[in-house]
């Protein structure tokens, strides 16, 4: 390894999508164990040996960080890559979180949408929930940000609808919900910064090659 090869950093999305990345690139070797020590407050990781670097983000603030080439690489749902509309390469589909961006509410919303009514849409996703109704159906809505939680939504009467990801579907039924329509399927990908993925091709294919014969 060169002396003067330069670090490659990661930002991977909080949460849910961390620890399945992290099991991910072990399995091609690239391990950083600091990182998995859950009560540490630090922020960035160095795995001195290849070179690299890691960081946790905020999942909306993943692909921010990628296009303006704080990390040469970021991991991250697309459904965030989709809202944030940023400009990087998707490179992968990593195969895991695997869910579904839908329109949910009370079974009573259905007539609303079916008649292309005037609704209230709350979503953590206002471009993605914008896109779906202004551009594929049409229909003039009312789109409220929220910022978690949102199911809660349509339950006080803040919206009629809500945007939003379902996996299990446990959280729209405990709360009286179901899912009127569906999106687009959601899955992590990979992403990468666009001068980066020139300047160190090399370095950055050879990881893309072995997670692709992994997944
Ligand atoms: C996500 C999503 C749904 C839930 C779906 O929320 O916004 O609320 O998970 O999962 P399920 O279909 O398996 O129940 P998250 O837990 O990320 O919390 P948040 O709503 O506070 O952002």
Redesign the pocket.
Known sequence: MSEEMRYLTFALGK??LADKTLELLESIGITCEEMKDKSSRKLIFVNEELKLKFFLAKNPDVPTYVEYGAADIGVVGSDIINEENRRVYEVLDLGFGK?RMCVCGPESAGELLKHHEKIRVAS?YPHTAKDYFYNKKHQTVDIIKL?????LGPIVHLSDVIV???????????NGLTVLEEICPISARMIVNQVSMQMEAARIKKIIGMLREKI
């Not at 910022?147 to 199911?151: F, K, T």
């Not at 379902?166 to 405990?174: A, D, I, K, W, Y």
């Open positions: 949460g849910r869910c953590k910022n978690g939680s949102v199911e939003d990801i379902v996996e299990t579907g446990s959280t729209l039924r405990e």
